[in-house]
């Protein structure tokens, strides 16, 4: 699940990558934000999902995956959109558009 949230006075938006798996011991989020380097999300116990905020400039679209126990890559099954990425998978997007 992502929750955008835009800023008057920059062109950035902070977007919240949230992501349950009622199994997962760890979550870790990769995108080409990040150089695909995959970032340990925070587990939040009262939402029951791992959690993690970054801030990127807007009017663009960004790829991303999460990789559930250094093992499984999913998708955000609410994104904005999905893309094939060469592996014969889709990665999930992020627009970071204005409304």
Same mark, same amino acid.
């Given at each position: 699940?992502? =929750?955008? +949230?835009?800023?008057?006075?920059?062109?950035?938006?902070?977007?919240t990558?949230?992501?349950?798996?009622?199994?997962?011991?760890?979550?870790?989020?990769?995108?080409?934000?990040?150089?695909?380097?995959?970032? @340990?999300?925070?587990?939040?116990?009262?939402?029951?999902?791992f959690?993690?905020?970054?801030?990127l @400039? =807007? &009017?663009k679209?960004?790829?991303? +995956?999460?990789?559930?126990?250094?093992?499984?890559?999913?998708? &955000?099954h609410?994104? &904005?959109?999905?893309v094939?990425?060469?592996?014969g998978?889709?990665?999930?997007v992020?627009? =970071?558009? +204005?409304?």
């Amino acid at each position: 699940m992502l =929750t955008k +949230r835009f800023f008057k006075t920059k062109d950035e938006a902070e977007i919240t990558f949230s992501f349950s798996h009622p199994e997962a011991k760890t979550v870790e989020l990769a995108g080409d934000f990040n150089d695909w380097q995959p970032e @340990p999300m925070k587990f939040i116990k009262k939402d029951s999902a791992f959690k993690l905020k970054h801030r990127l @400039p =807007t &009017d663009k679209d960004y790829h991303f +995956r999460y990789l559930i126990d250094g093992e499984v890559w999913d998708n &955000d099954h609410q994104a &904005d959109d999905y893309v094939p990425n060469g592996f014969g998978e889709d990665n999930s997007v992020v627009s =970071t558009a +204005r409304a």
